[in-house]
């Protein structure tokens, strides 16, 4: 014998399960539109008195919304995946190199960026310098 009740309940928690699926996407519009919302507050209340640019729209702040999660990532979960999803796909890269592409890579990049940080006074990233004495006066 067959419990009818309980058939019938698991296949209403399963339809009403499914039912409720349906206001998902609307649920994203939702935070998305309040999120939005919030960015167009906060940029227009601080940024034009601190830095004196123009005011923006609310669909100006929902495409800057979209273009900082595209740049830096969507939050995932805290363990080892955070950071933009191309940076971490650079990471991976520079990770399953040998250490002699390694350092390929490093003087390439050296030679694309030499003027920029610790390179532009000359620092050797092998040794660093050493603070030479003023040369003593001659008696």
Not at 61 to 86: D, M, N, Q, T
Not at 88 to 116: V, Y
Request: aromatic residues 14%; positive net charge.
């Amino acid at each position: 014998m067959t419990n009818k009740n309980f058939e019938d309940a698991a296949y209403k928690h399963r339809f009403g399960f499914r039912k409720k699926l349906i206001f998902i996407p609307f649920l994203i519009v939702g935070v998305l539109a309040l999120l939005s919302y919030i960015v167009m507050l906060l940029w227009n209340n601080l940024l034009p008195d601190i830095f004196h640019i123009t005011a923006i729209t609310y669909w100006q702040a929902a495409g800057l919304l979209v273009l900082c999660k595209i740049l830096f990532g969507f939050g995932g979960p805290r363990g080892g995946h955070r950071g933009a999803p191309w940076m971490r796909h650079k990471m991976e890269r520079f990770k399953n190199m040998s250490p002699e592409e390694q350092q390929r890579f490093r003087e390439e990049m050296r030679a694309r960026c030499g003027k920029w940080g610790r390179h532009y006074s000359g620092f050797d990233w092998d040794e660093p310098k050493t603070t030479q004495e003023a040369p003593k006066p001659a008696e």
